[in-house]
Protein backbone atom coordinates (compact mmCIF):
# COMPACT_ATOMS: atom_id res chain seq x y z
CA UNK A 1 0.00 0.00 0.00
CA UNK A 2 2.91 2.32 0.83
CA UNK A 3 4.28 2.13 -2.74
CA UNK A 4 0.66 2.62 -4.16
CA UNK A 5 0.05 6.30 -2.22
CA UNK A 6 3.51 7.53 -3.08
CA UNK A 7 2.89 6.68 -7.06
CA UNK A 8 -0.17 8.67 -6.70
CA UNK A 9 1.24 11.29 -5.04
CA UNK A 10 4.18 11.51 -6.99
CA UNK A 11 1.71 11.93 -10.07
CA UNK A 12 0.15 14.51 -8.68
CA UNK A 13 3.89 16.28 -7.95
CA UNK A 14 4.78 15.90 -11.18
CA UNK A 15 1.02 17.32 -12.74
CA UNK A 16 1.66 20.28 -10.28
CA UNK A 17 5.68 20.92 -11.57
CA UNK A 18 7.02 19.82 -8.11
CA UNK A 19 10.13 17.90 -8.55
CA UNK A 20 10.09 14.91 -5.99
CA UNK A 21 13.47 14.73 -4.78
CA UNK A 22 14.01 17.33 -2.25
CA UNK A 23 10.36 18.12 -2.02
CA UNK A 24 9.14 18.82 1.65
CA UNK A 25 6.55 16.40 2.74
CA UNK A 26 4.59 16.15 6.08
CA UNK A 27 3.14 12.90 7.19
CA UNK A 28 0.82 13.67 9.91
CA UNK A 29 0.58 10.39 11.85
CA UNK A 30 2.84 7.19 12.14
CA UNK A 31 0.94 4.89 14.70
CA UNK A 32 -0.90 1.97 13.73
CA UNK A 33 -4.16 2.93 14.68
CA UNK A 34 -5.98 6.00 15.34
CA UNK A 35 -5.53 7.70 19.44
CA UNK A 36 -3.28 4.97 20.19
CA UNK A 37 0.60 5.07 20.38
CA UNK A 38 1.40 1.75 19.33
CA UNK A 39 4.05 2.00 16.93
CA UNK A 40 4.37 -1.75 16.16
CA UNK A 41 3.08 -3.45 13.15
CA UNK A 42 2.16 0.52 11.43
CA UNK A 43 2.37 0.35 7.69
CA UNK A 44 2.80 4.16 7.66
CA UNK A 45 6.65 3.22 7.85
CA UNK A 46 6.78 1.79 4.39
CA UNK A 47 4.97 5.37 3.16
CA UNK A 48 7.79 6.66 5.03
CA UNK A 49 10.80 5.05 3.79
CA UNK A 50 9.37 5.15 -0.06
CA UNK A 51 8.99 8.58 0.00
CA UNK A 52 12.77 8.95 1.88
CA UNK A 53 13.96 6.57 -1.76
CA UNK A 54 12.90 9.52 -3.90
CA UNK A 55 14.98 12.00 -1.88
CA UNK A 56 11.79 13.71 -0.28
CA UNK A 57 12.64 15.39 2.80
CA UNK A 58 9.95 13.73 5.44
CA UNK A 59 9.41 14.95 8.47
CA UNK A 60 6.96 12.99 10.69
CA UNK A 61 4.08 14.84 13.07
CA UNK A 62 2.15 12.42 15.31
CA UNK A 63 0.79 13.74 18.93
CA UNK A 64 0.05 9.71 19.82
CA UNK A 65 4.01 8.55 19.12
CA UNK A 66 6.40 7.74 21.46
CA UNK A 67 9.21 10.01 20.59
CA UNK A 68 12.04 7.61 22.13
CA UNK A 69 10.05 4.61 20.28
CA UNK A 70 10.10 5.66 16.94
CA UNK A 71 13.51 7.15 17.07
CA UNK A 72 14.89 3.79 18.30
CA UNK A 73 12.86 1.72 16.50
CA UNK A 74 12.05 2.69 13.31
CA UNK A 75 14.52 5.99 13.02
CA UNK A 76 12.12 8.31 13.26
CA UNK A 77 12.14 11.86 14.59
CA UNK A 78 8.77 13.00 15.73
CA UNK A 79 8.35 16.64 14.90
CA UNK A 80 7.08 18.51 17.78
CA UNK A 81 6.29 21.49 16.20
CA UNK A 82 4.74 22.28 12.47
CA UNK A 83 6.09 25.02 10.54
CA UNK A 84 3.62 27.69 8.34
CA UNK A 85 3.12 27.41 4.90
CA UNK A 86 6.36 25.56 4.67
CA UNK A 87 5.08 21.45 2.84
CA UNK A 88 5.29 21.03 -1.01
CA UNK A 89 2.84 18.08 0.46
CA UNK A 90 1.11 16.75 3.30
CA UNK A 91 -0.29 13.26 3.94
CA UNK A 92 -2.43 12.63 6.64
CA UNK A 93 -2.10 9.23 7.42
CA UNK A 94 -3.31 8.18 10.77
CA UNK A 95 -6.95 9.85 11.45
CA UNK A 96 -6.47 10.96 15.31
CA UNK A 97 -9.00 12.93 16.60
CA UNK A 98 -6.12 16.10 17.13
CA UNK A 99 -6.20 15.93 13.12
CA UNK A 100 -10.17 15.93 12.75
CA UNK A 101 -10.61 18.21 15.38
CA UNK A 102 -7.16 20.72 13.45
CA UNK A 103 -9.63 20.70 11.04
CA UNK A 104 -8.51 20.95 6.52
CA UNK A 105 -7.67 24.93 6.75
CA UNK A 106 -5.80 24.86 9.42
CA UNK A 107 -3.91 21.63 7.83
CA UNK A 108 -3.63 23.05 4.82
CA UNK A 109 -2.08 26.18 6.51
CA UNK A 110 1.25 24.06 6.46
CA UNK A 111 1.57 23.48 3.47
CA UNK A 112 2.94 25.68 0.67
CA UNK A 113 1.21 27.75 -2.46
CA UNK A 114 1.17 25.13 -4.13
CA UNK A 115 0.77 22.41 -2.33
CA UNK A 116 -0.70 18.84 -1.86
CA UNK A 117 -2.68 17.46 0.58
CA UNK A 118 -3.40 13.38 0.22
CA UNK A 119 -6.04 12.25 3.08
CA UNK A 120 -5.38 9.01 3.39
CA UNK A 121 -8.49 8.18 6.18
CA UNK A 122 -10.68 10.64 4.11
CA UNK A 123 -11.37 12.44 7.27
CA UNK A 124 -12.21 15.64 5.29
CA UNK A 125 -14.69 16.35 2.68
CA UNK A 126 -13.67 15.32 -0.10
CA UNK A 127 -13.58 18.92 -2.01
CA UNK A 128 -11.26 19.86 0.91
CA UNK A 129 -8.28 17.35 -0.47
CA UNK A 130 -6.55 16.84 -3.58
CA UNK A 131 -5.81 13.26 -2.92
CA UNK A 132 -7.79 10.28 -1.31
CA UNK A 133 -7.86 6.93 -1.58
Known amino acids: MGMHVVSQLLK ?3 ERDIK ?3 SKILLMGITFKENCP ?3 NTRVIDIYNELKSYGAITDVYDPWADKTSALSHLNIKI ?3 LKKKY ?3 IIVAVAHEEFVQMGWKKIRSFG ?3 HILFDLKSIFPINNSDLRL
Request: hydrophobic share 20%; glycine share 6%.
Open 38 to 40: DLR
Open 112 to 114: NTN
Open 20 to 22: PEG
Open 12 to 14: KMI
Open 79 to 81: QTS
Open 87 to 89: YDA
